[in-house]
């Protein structure tokens, strides 16, 4: 099993910046890609980041220009920048097995309120 440790949530102004943090632990050895999705009220779950262990790196087409992830073996960090209050939604560190590619692992997840 894996385990996550999600940190750097909150309340923030919006033009501001959070960097939220995950370290997995446990069974990590076939973690292969990483990242963050997330949830605002009323609204599906949706992704925000990937970062496959190589580094290669996706972004939902609302963050790329603001955001950046960023991995060190099976810790993953999201540096936000520029928020918005369309930002404003809780935050699941995210991680899929590299071996069953249908083995997803989920955060508790963490919530980030950017006030206008």
């Known amino acids: 099993q894996v385990q996550f440790v999600e940190s750097g949530g909150g309340l923030v102004q919006a033009g501001r910046s959070l960097e939220l943090s995950c370290a997995a632990s446990?069974?990590?050895?076939?973690?292969?890609?990483m990242g963050w999705y997330r949830q605002a009220p009323g609204k599906q779950r949706e992704l925000v980041a990937t970062?496959?262990?190589?580094?290669y790196t996706v972004y939902a087409d609302s963050v790329k220009d603001r955001w950046t992830i960023s991995r060190q073996s099976v810790k993953v960090n999201l540096q936000m920048r520029s928020l918005k209050p369309e930002d404003t939604a809780v935050y699941y560190c995210?991680?899929?097995?590299?071996?069953?590619?249908?083995?997803?692992?989920w955060g508790q997840g963490t919530q980030v309120t950017v006030s206008s």
């Open positions: 995210y991680a899929r097995d590299f071996v069953d590619s249908a083995r997803e692992y």
């Open positions: 446990g069974s990590t050895y076939t973690l292969g890609n």
């Open positions: 970062i496959s262990p190589r580094g």
